[in-house]
């Protein structure tokens, strides 16, 4: 079965600074999908990042950028320019046949 | 993008009692839908996948008796919480992915806040 870690519950980050947020995987699969999910107060979960695995290049989405190492199953989350609405739990999602199984979270507080 | 909707966004209901959650998509069809549940300050655990015309797929260790899912069209699936007790009190969230070719990318509802009391 595919698992997911995120292994930091929290993190701080002051505000313009750059913060990286971990996410370990274990699958069989090779071709898959994986993504990073914010979610803020109001518990709407919002996609931030995706990345196919059989794609080399790692995914960028303006001041958001992964770190795909498919060997070491790793997938970090590369948060630039940190901004005040940047705070929230981010999930790292590995994306199954049915469903999506998700890591625990890491909180990121971002300090003014 | 898509948009998903969950009617209601919080519901109290007493100890013994069913209670209906629905999850529509707006502007597109889903054949699949996820349910998943969040326990407070934790993750999101896949309960079961919903299917148009057919018996919805219960994860390992999730009652299909106690959650009744039913998918009664291309865009509603509604889950039941039947003889809900307060260990039942969650947070309830749905998805649904985008069909066709490629990138399914899935499409979060805004969640129900269940209490059991």
């Known amino acids: 079965a595919q698992t997911v870690t995120q292994s930091q519950p929290e993190m701080s980050v002051q505000e313009a600074e750059t913060v990286t947020l971990s996410c370990t995987y274990d699958?069989?699969?090779?071709?898959?999908?994986l993504f990073w999910y914010k979610q803020p107060p109001s518990r709407q979960m919002i996609l931030v990042i995706r990345?196919?695995?059989?794609?080399?290049q790692n995914a960028t989405e303006n001041r958001f950028s992964v770190n795909f190492q498919k060997a070491a199953k790793s997938f970090s989350l590369k948060i630039s320019d940190s901004q005040l609405g940047d705070a929230a739990m981010y999930f790292c999602?590995?994306?199954?046949?049915?469903?999506?199984?998700f890591g625990a979270g890491t909180r990121l507080t971002v300090k003014p | 993008g898509a948009v998903v909707s969950q009617h209601p966004s919080r519901v109290i209901c007493k100890s013994g009692t069913s209670v209906k959650i629905e999850c529509r998509s707006l502007?597109?069809?889903?054949?699949?839908m996820f349910w998943y549940r969040q326990f407070p300050k934790q993750s999101l655990m896949l309960m079961a996948t919903?299917?148009?015309?057919?018996?919805?797929?219960?994860e390992q260790g999730v009652e299909k008796d106690k959650f009744l899912i039913n998918h009664a069209s291309l865009t509603l699936s509604t889950l039941t919480v039947t003889s809900a007790h307060p260990e039942d009190s969650s947070f309830y969230i749905c998805?649904?992915?985008?069909?066709?070719?490629?990138?399914?990318?899935?499409?979060f509802g805004p969640g129900t806040r269940l209490t059991v009391l």
């Open positions: 502007d597109f069809q889903a054949t699949t």
């Open positions: 998805s649904a992915p985008t069909s066709g070719v490629g990138w399914n990318e899935q499409f």
């Open positions: 919903s299917n148009e015309g057919s018996k919805a797929t219960y």
């Open positions: 990345q196919e695995a059989y794609k080399q």
């Open positions: 699958t069989s699969e090779s071709d898959y999908y």
């Open positions: 999602a590995y994306r199954r046949l049915r469903g999506m199984r």
